[in-house]
């Protein structure tokens, strides 16, 4: 069937920019209707459903905070509600708060940790739950469900002054694998994807300042586009990638070759 997702629905966190809204665009394409979650962006996320509208398939946005567990559960209710159940979730909402080791405060910590980590646990939860409710639809799609996270190359590059972001990527690795290990018998695939440097607003300040240091990181030669991520997400998703499970594809130009070690021979 190739990337085919007709009939299946999927549930986009952080869809309103992006990342998050190119893959949304790429599930789209693929054929899914798609819940546009936002934080507290009304606007964009509107915009993001008229994408999706203008491919054809329906969309609805919906309000969540990810770090909290009333949010998220309400947040496939509502989901639910509109589009049915979802058989495609790609937890993607993230930030940064960068700062030096000794000046992090415990909110510093708190902020990036509460939304990419443990935002990931409830989403990942959340998504396992419904997905058992759910059940296969055979004639759909061998996988009960499809779990993706939006994980980064920093879940195995360390980074300096960026600890607390480093530290929820790479938790979110071994939460990923984790909860496949446990329910990949139930059929419910979960999968990451780990973005090199993408150019979306989570970046823009040190794209702007620092373009020509990030590329010497990039063997491949170029920042990368979100619908780079976009398009392997609707791919991971899709039953052409039935038998991964438990695995990270890096989707990063190369920059996980440590390119530095290249030298100039
Ligand atoms: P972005 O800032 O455009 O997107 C992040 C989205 O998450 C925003 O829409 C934001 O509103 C949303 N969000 C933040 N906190 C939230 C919360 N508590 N609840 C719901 N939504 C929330 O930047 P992006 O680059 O598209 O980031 C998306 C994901 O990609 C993040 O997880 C980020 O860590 C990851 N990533 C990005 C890059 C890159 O170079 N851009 C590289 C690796 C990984």
New binding site residues.
């Given amino acids: 069937k190739g990337i085919d997702l007709t009939g299946q629905t999927a549930i986009v ?9 190119a893959a949304a665009i790429e599930l789209a394409r693929a054929g899914a209707d798609i819940v546009v ?5 009304e606007d ?1 996320a509107r915009d993001t459903v008229g994408k999706v509208e203008a491919l054809g398939r329906r969309a609805v946005a919906i309000q ?5 567990e009333e ?1 998220v559960i309400r947040l496939f209710d509502e989901a639910e509600a509109a589009l049915g159940p979802a058989d495609v979730v790609f937890s ?5 708060k960068d700062a030096k080791i000794g000046d992090m405060t415990l909110d510093d910590w708190n902020a990036v940790i ?3 980590l443990t ?1 990931a646990f409830l989403v990942g939860r959340e998504a396992i739950r419904r997905f058992r409710k759910k059940g296969i639809r055979a004639e759909i799609s061998p996988a009960m469900g499809k779990l993706i996270y ?5 879940q195995v590059i360390c980074w300096a002054f960026h600890a607390n ?1 480093a530290a929820s ?1 790479g938790g979110m690795h071994m939460l990923m694998q984790s909860m496949a290990q446990e329910v990949a018998n139930e059929r419910i695939r979960i999968n990451s994807v ?10 823009a300040a040190e794209r702007a300042s620092h373009e020509a240091d990030i590329l010497r990181l990039i063997p491949y030669g170029r920042i ?1 586009e ?1 619908a780079d ?1 976009g398009r392997v997400v609707a791919w991971l998703a899709s039953d052409a990638a039935d038998y991964i499970v438990g695995q990270t594809i890096f989707v990063d130009g190369a920059m996980t070759l440590y390119p530095e070690f290249r030298g100039n021979g």
């Fill in positions: 966190t952080g869809a309103s920019t992006g990342i998050g809204e979650n936002h934080r507290d962006s964009d969540a905070d990810v770090s909290k949010d993607n909402a993230g930030r940064q509460s939304v990419n935002g939006n994980s980064s190359v920093h972001y990527k780990a973005p090199g440097a993408i150019a979306t607003a989570i970046n990368g979100p991520v």
